[in-house]
């Protein structure tokens, strides 16, 4: 039945199943209290009952729905379509990108896909998407096939450690500083002597006065260590006071 065909036009699938002897009037009413009873639509009824043939069962709905009918096995596969959606979109809405026909992804599914997962998709693939009716049996092989479970645990994985990593700040743009004159060359070098001479007596008096160390202090040793380790603090205090500066 060709797509164009309009609501009024289509039968309905319980005509459908009746007219092609795909199910008996008993068969039908038994699978149509089962479908309301557990609330699915009657050809998953009929499928789950296995009262016919899963392949004259999806045809028939097709022809209900008006889409067409695919056999994988004579479907060319278009790989470069399939590798544009990921596994758990595959797996979460029970579909696969076939190829791309006048303009449509053809989506091979068991039921036509909602309004707002086509715009989804159509938005993904940049291009209209338009449904073809297979088995549950075939789509599903054909998930496992191009899609594996092992596909759905990566993208979880790397999902859920892409979320779990902290987000680096961004890095505090870097303000140009101005060249120093001579002047304030000048003024900080002063500041940095006068740093140094006093750190100088501050750690010589610690060491004179404190006597340390008692080891030496009373030989001619003393001053000359104390004069060393005293000009050494003093040095490194200096330098930091000059990096600080200059900055």
Same mark, same amino acid.
């Given at each position: 039945m060709s797509n164009g065909q309009t609501m009024s036009e289509r039968k309905n699938l319980e005509s459908i199943l009746l007219e092609n002897k795909i199910v008996s009037e008993e068969q039908l009413q038994q699978v149509v209290r089962y479908a309301q009873s557990v609330? =699915?639509?009657?050809?998953?009824?009929?499928l789950q009952q296995k009262t016919a043939a899963p392949e004259a069962v999806m045809m028939a709905y097709a022809e209900s729905v008006g889409l067409p009918f695919v056999h994988f096995d004579e479907v060319a596969v278009d790989e470069? =379509? =399939?590798?544009? =959606?990921d596994s758990m979109t595959a797996r979460q809405f029970s579909l696969i990108p076939v190829s791309v026909d006048e303009g449509y992804v053809q989506l091979a599914t068991t039921k036509p896909v909602l309004p707002d997962v086509a715009e989804k998709l159509r938005l993904q693939f940049n291009l209209p998407v338009r449904c073809v009716i297979c088995t549950p049996t075939a789509l599903n092989t054909a998930i496992a096939t191009y899609y594996p479970r092992d596909a759905v645990k990566t993208d979880r994985t790397e999902t859920s450690v892409a979320e779990s990593l902290p987000k680096k700040p961004a890095p505090a743009p870097k303000v140009p500083t101005e060249p120093m004159?001579?002047?304030q060359k000048n003024d900080r070098l002063k500041l940095t002597i006068i740093a140094f001479n006093f750190s100088f007596a501050i750690v010589f008096f610690f060491l004179v006065f404190f006597q340390f160390p008692k080891q030496i202090y009373f030989s001619g040793y003393h001053t000359p260590f104390a004069v060393f380790v005293s000009a050494a603090a003093a040095g490194v205090i200096c330098s930091i006071t000059w990096k600080k500066l200059t900055r």
């Open positions: 609330g =699915i639509d009657l050809h998953e009824a009929v470069s =379509i =399939i590798q544009q =959606i004159d001579e002047r």
